[in-house]
């Protein structure tokens, strides 16, 4: 089946430090969102990215959606510890007309350090 | 406007046993989700209902059943509780299942049930 591979695992960094997660696709994606887990929460959406080159911010969050639809990026500028959680991107595919389910990556989680 | 719902919140069970999650949205959207969340596995969906009357099969549907009561509320029931669906389990509830122009529709998580199955 279809799978989003996310990447890194983990990232440690410290507060003031820039983050990046990065989600791949080995085929073109219809869209994709992307979601932040507190720890002991539960996932909030974030963002959706649905066109080619497509890139959305939201005050120090930078989404990119890659020209081929194949990959995309999250960028956090300036961490702080209120950014600390699981960040996961979700993909779906269009299957002859009709839209699949989302599949969520493994997720990246981000942990600062004051 | 409390958004999904879910109980129990926690629930340890024996290998076998029997139980039902609940859940619940105000929101008055149509479509609804049970997924579960390992460990560095991420969330997989289990069940899904497009919309009332409709349910269908995720990525990991055995062992679970579903019942879309009705438009507010989707139940997962595990007959025979395996130590594999230790996990968390996840609602979620959209507004339509999927959007116009290629996009998908937003969605909405619960609360969570964290299930220990000994």
């Known amino acids: 089946g279809q799978q989003v591979m996310q990447i890194p695992q983990y990232q440690h960094v410290q507060e003031g430090e820039d983050f990046t997660t990065y989600c791949n696709s080995s085929t073109t994606l219809s869209n994709i969102q992307w979601y932040k887990q507190r720890p002991g929460g539960h996932p909030v959406f974030l963002i959706q990215l649905v066109k080619s080159g497509e890139v959305k911010k939201q005050k120090r969050l930078t989404f990119q959606f890659g020209e081929a639809k194949k990959n995309s990026s999250l960028h956090i500028t300036a961490t702080q510890t209120t950014d600390v959680g699981t960040y996961f991107c979700a993909g779906s595919w269009n299957y002859g007309g009709s839209q699949g389910n989302l599949i969520f990556g493994k997720g990246t989680k981000l942990s600062v350090k004051p | 406007n409390a958004g999904v719902t879910q109980t129990p919140k926690f629930q340890v069970l024996k290998t076998g046993q029997s139980m039902t999650l609940q859940c619940a949205q105000d929101m008055n959207h149509n479509s609804m989700y049970w997924y579960r969340q390992d460990p560095g596995m991420g969330l997989r969906l289990i069940y899904y209902?497009?919309?009332?009357?409709?349910?269908d099969k995720g990525e990991v549907p055995n062992g679970y059943n579903v019942s879309r009561l009705n438009k507010r509320e989707f139940s997962l029931r595990l007959e025979s509780a395996a130590p594999s669906q230790t996990s968390v389990y996840f609602c979620a509830s959209s507004e339509v299942y999927a959007g116009s122009g290629g996009s998908q529709y937003e969605q909405y998580f619960g609360p969570g049930t964290r299930l220990t199955v000994t």
């Open positions: 209902s497009a919309s009332e009357g409709t349910t």
